[in-house]
Structures are given as C-alpha cells and as structure tokens.
C-alpha cells in the first residue's frame, strides 16, 4: 500500500518535472525568436534606411537629375524628416535609429508615405557652385501653383523638363490654380499650397466647400508656402491650415540667391515641409560657402587681406611670367582694378559669409546673409572681367 | 529489506538516467549556442565588410562631385571625371582646418588620394633652345619626376578602440586633372586616379 502511493507521487513528480522541464525549455526557444525577431527587424530597418542613404548620396551628387524610386514594400511605412541644430535627420516613424546628415541639404516635407519617392537634385550656386540641393517629395504629394509670377513660370518648366540623366518624365503631381477654389486634394496623403503672389495672410481661410474636401486630411498635412518680394528681396512665410491659415515662422525668412532660372534656394523653400527644414539646411549651405571661399582665396583673405588659395596661386603665376602678353592685365582685373577686382570681391564675399554664420540663430535667416548676394554678384563679375575680358585664368 | 534495495537502486538508476539526459541537452545546448554565435560573428564581419564596401562607393562618388575639386567655368556646369589640381593643392590645408567639425561627417575613417600618373616628365619641362654663336644649347627645367601624389583626406580608425586591427578597403577613380598654372596660354591636362579607402 506504501509502495503504491510512492509510485504515484512519482508519476506526478515526473510529469510536473517534464511539464516545468518542458516549459523552461520552450521558453528558451520562444525566447530566442522573439529577440531573433526583434534583431532581423533591426537588421532590415538598418538595410532600409542603408539603402535610403546610399540612394540619396546618389542622388544628390547627380546635378540637375530627377529620379523616381519605387518604394515597393515599404509603401506602407512613414518616412520622416527634419532638421535641428544644422543636423538633417529621415528614418521611418517609430521604428529605428534615423540617418543623421551634417553636411548635405535634404528639403523634404516633414513626412512622406508613397509607393514612389521623387528626388531632385539643384546646384546651388553663390556666385561659384557651393553644394548641390537635394529635394525629395512623394508621388502623393499634391502642390497647387496658385499665382502667376516669373517664378511660377520657371518653376512649373523646371518640373516638367526631362531629366538630363535619366531621360524620364517626372509627375511632380501638380496642378496650376487661378482661384482657392479650385483646390482639390483628391486622395492625396498631403498638400501644400504655393502662393507665388503672397496673398496668404494669418486667419485667412479656405472656401467651404474646399475644407470639406481637404477634412480627411490629419493636421499638418495642409501646409502652404507664400513668396514676397521678387529677385534678391524675396523672402518666404510658412503656413499651416488649422481651421484657417497659421504662420510657422515668426519672421518672413530671406531667400539668398542670385536669381535666374533654376533657383536652388526658391525651390528649396518649396519643398521644404516647414521654416525649420528650410533655415536648417540653408545654414548647411552657408557652411560650406565658407570653406569653399577658403579655398579659392585662403584663410587670411577675410582677416588680414593676404590672398591665398586658389587666388594667391594664379597671382603668383602671373607674378612669375611677365613675359606673357596678358599678364599686366589679368593682374589688374585680380588685384588692382579699382572698379572690381577679384581679390577685394572675394575678400568682401568671404566676410559677408562669416558674419551670416555667425549671426545665424534657429529661427531666422540673418540681414547680413543677404549682403552674400551682392558680394556674390561682385564677385561674378569679377571673375566674368577675368575670364572674359583678360582672357587669363578665371578663379571658378 | 531485499525489495528495498532492489527499489533503491532502480530509484538511482532513473536520477543516473536524468543527469545524462540533462547532460547531453545542455551539451547539446551549448553546441547549438556556440555555433550560433560563431555564425552571428561571421555575419557581422561580412555585414561590416559590405558596410565598407558600400562606404568606400559613397565616399568615392562625393569626392568626385566635391565642389572645392571639379574643374569648373564660370557658371557653365562643371566638366566631368575632373580635377581643377589648382584647388586640389589647397584643400588638404582646407580639410586639416575644418575637420572635426564638417569634413569627418562627409567622409568619416577614410583616406582620400589623388595620383597623377601621366605626364610623369613633360608636365613641368621647360625646353629652351638658344643660339649663341651657332651653338644650339637645350635646357631643361624638370620641377617633377615620377608620380604625383596628393593626399587630400587621411583620417585612420582610432587602433585603441578595438582590440581587433582594422581593415581597409580602397577604390579608384580615373580622372582627368585641369592644372592652368602650367604653360600659361593653354590649358593643361593631366591623366591620374582618385584612390579612397575607408577603415572599417
């Protein structure tokens, strides 16, 4: 009888040790796929957005190429973008660590979700290529051209040109309006309004029947870009639709450009998702301007006026060589011509652009990067006297 | 007393039995678990060589697009595959000014070279001929033999940080190479290769 009771405390014992047994060991294995999960979505977050960068560095380094990338399986994920403190962050929402660019301008709307992304890349030039612009937009996103300026005109041309590169027709999905009226979001994930004429206004709304259209869009996805001015006064306003039109930025920010077709920097204000982005990337620029200036004139030019660089080298050249015929005069159009000569052009360049960076506050492009224009357009002509006139050898 | 011992010792064989089973499952465990990582770390090594592969492509095609290198003129747009050596030879300079806080995150642990390999000699020969008293007499300036070497960029992977050394990958470029300091009234050009490694 003993015995009996003994077997069976044994038998339940054994089946308790192999259901605990068995269960430790399950949840070793479970264990191990779930973290093996979690790390192949890791691992396939990190190759997304591997692939992102290397397809946006190619992208941007192609001047003047349009480029439409098939998203594929990754349509239903949320890209984001934004940039803080002169660092331009994208990565999918909520998922993994964001790619972090110092260097490169990206001007994208704050968020894209699209089966196919569009980049474009512009040269940005101050008066000598600086950087090359990267803009990236959706094929979902809507741009209602409302006004009809120079600007316009360029733009909408611009957008429609074959891509030199790629030899393929880019919809920029876009629509020109005379009234606000005509406003039809469609089944767009987001719209942005271009006001080439800057009749937006704060507290300005959008008609009846246009608000019931663009209802189902969540906030933020309604965002409009308003143009004042017109050459190197033309400044911008960012605003947001929440139950009328809202600014974004407190002041209108500067566009600093030289003008012309295919404006980089007023493109750039148009595929930009907010002032932020535009500022942020534009600070990226004026950066680069600097170091660039540096090369072509060197560090002392802006402080104690000793050319150097790329200048001092062609002066030195001619300094050595006065047998050739033309170096009387290209000396005069480098270093003496009291008109406009290049070394005092880039030496003015050099300091209008380090007083911008020095300036530049979050928020707001400073007045003094708008002298960047005119010392840019002085500088222009310099080079054009050099190379043209003098037939010597040009700084860029 | 005899069915006792008898129950005792089967008792010690089935605790025998489930040592050995726990044994050779932890065993095997432990096999399962070594193989496991040796292959994680295989697959990291070749993730991390593809990293560098993929880096070495994305720094070679900024470099060949950098704004302080290409050949421009005027606002016309900047001739392809080429090097204005003008700036070339100012940018290392540039580069040691303002590395840490711009040109690391354009090209992180990398280095950046640029090689003329052709004309070696008549780059910078200067031949003068001249006639005193029916004599021809020939000078010859060389100011350079042999190749050409500009290191642009050269910033190693800290050894201290890892145990392991690192590796190095390069790529190469061929490009052309504008210099307009030579000659005067032409434009020179030169033939060479951008190599950029990277340290992974």
Not at chain 1, 108 to 132: E, R
Not at chain 1, 187 to 209: C, H, V
Not at chain 2, 158 to 170: D, G, M, R, V
């Amino acid at each position: 009888m003993n015995f009996s009771k003994k077997a069976q405390v044994e038998v339940t014992f054994n089946w308790i040790y192999i259901a605990i047994a068995g269960a430790v060991i399950l949840l070793f294995f479970a264990g191990i796929i779930v973290k093996q999960k979690i790390a192949s979505e890791q691992t396939l977050d990190r190759d997304v957005m591997r692939i992102m960068e290397n397809i946006f560095t190619a992208a941007q380094i192609s001047e003047n190429t349009k480029t439409v990338i098939d998203m594929g399986g990754l349509r239903d994920y949320v890209f984001y973008f934004n940039c803080e403190e002169g660092v331009s962050k994208y990565g999918l929402e909520g998922r993994s660590m964001p790619v972090e660019d110092q260097a490169n301008p990206i001007f994208a709307p704050n968020k894209i979700q699209s089966s196919l992304l569009i980049t474009w890349s512009v040269p940005y030039k101050l008066p000598f290529k600086v950087i090359d612009f990267l803009f990236i937009t959706s094929s979902n996103t809507k741009y209602f051209l409302w006004g009809k300026t120079p600007l316009s005109q360029d733009f909408s041309r611009a957008i429609s040109n074959v891509s030199s590169e790629s030899k393929i027709k880019v919809d920029f999905n876009t629509a020109e309006i005379q009234d606000l009226s005509e406003i039809n979001p469609g089944k767009n994930f987001q719209m942005r309004l271009i006001d080439f004429e800057g009749k937006l206004k704060t507290g300005d709304k959008l008609p009846t029947a246009v608000e019931e259209k663009i209802a189902y869009l969540p906030p933020g996805r309604v965002t409009a870009v308003s143009f004042h001015g017109a050459g190197a006064s033309t400044s911008i306003t960012y605003f947001v639709y929440e139950n009328g039109w809202k600014e974004q930025n407190k002041k209108p920010l500067n566009v600093i450009s030289l003008g012309g077709e295919s404006d980089a920097a007023l493109y750039a204000a148009i595929f930009s998702g907010d002032d932020s982005i535009y500022q942020c990337n534009m600070r990226k620029a004026f950066q680069r301007l600097s170091y660039l200036n540096e090369i072509y004139g060197g560090p002392e030019l802006a402080t104690k006026g000793i050319p150097g660089g790329k200048l001092g080298e062609i002066i030195s050249f001619y300094k050595a060589r006065p047998e050739l015929l033309m170096t009387s005069e290209c000396v005069n159009y480098l270093t003496e011509d009291p008109n406009q000569n290049v070394q005092a052009a880039l030496q003015s360049h050099q300091n209008s652009a380090n007083a911008c960076l020095t300036l530049f506050t979050a928020g707001e492009i400073p007045t003094e990067c708008t002298e960047l224009v005119s010392t840019a357009v002085n500088l222009r002509e310099a080079n054009n006297n050099l190379a043209e006139r003098g037939d010597c050898i040009p700084l860029y | 007393m005899n069915m006792k011992s008898h129950l005792k010792k089967k008792g010690q064989l089935h605790i025998s039995e489930t040592i050995a089973v726990l044994f050779i499952f932890f065993v095997l465990v432990v096999f399962g678990l070594i193989f496991y990582f040796k292959y994680t770390q295989y697959a990291l090594k070749e993730e991390q060589n593809q990293l560098s592969t993929a880096r070495a492509i994305r720094t070679t095609s900024k470099v060949l697009f950098l704004p302080e290198l290409a050949c421009t003129r005027g606002s016309a747009e900047p001739e392809d595959d080429c090097i204005d050596v003008m700036k070339l030879r100012q940018l290392n300079a540039t580069i040691n000014r303002h590395l840490q806080e711009y040109y690391y995150n354009m090209f992180g642990y990398a280095k950046i070279s640029v090689v003329k390999v052709y004309p070696k000699e008549p780059w910078a020969v200067q031949t003068e001929i001249s006639n005193n008293s029916g004599n021809i007499s020939f000078n010859l300036n060389v100011a350079a033999l042999g190749e050409e070497r500009w290191v642009v960029y050269d910033l190693p992977r800290p050894i201290n940080l890892t145990k392991e050394a690192y590796s190095y990958s390069s790529t190469y470029f061929i490009v052309t190479l504008r210099d307009e300091a030579i000659g005067g009234e032409k434009i020179h050009y030169g033939f060479g290769y951008i190599e950029v490694g990277v340290y992974g």
